[in-house]
């Protein structure tokens, strides 16, 4: 069996990070916001927040650990989650395609 080498507060922010923001989603929309909001929320999630958090969490590991194959994967397990986002995702995509072309 695999050791980790990740530290246990590792863990502990992945799965934090990862049930607020399936939390959130429910949250925002019992507080009435509009479908639209939430996607545009899953924006801000995904674009600026979700980069600060991995960006923190690689800054407090070991040299060795940030170059693991399972922590990158580990860490990118919150964004993959993140299905609101996916959906608008290709949305703006194709918006930004048709103003180049």
Known sequence: MKEWKQPAWFWWAIGIFSLSEIGFYP???????????????????????????????LLFLDKSTRKDVDTLFYL??????????????????????????
Do not use: H, M
């Not at 949250?27 to 980069?51: E, R």
């Open 27 to 57: 949250l925002f929309s019992f507080l009435g916001n509009s479908p639209k909001d939430i996607l545009n929320a899953s924006l801000v999630i995904g674009l600026l927040l979700y980069p600060i958090f991995t960006i923190c969490i």
């Open 76 to 101: 990118a397990f919150p964004l993959v989650i993140n299905i609101p986002f996916w959906l608008v995702l290709p949305n703006i995509i194709r918006q930004f395609t048709e103003r180049i072309f």
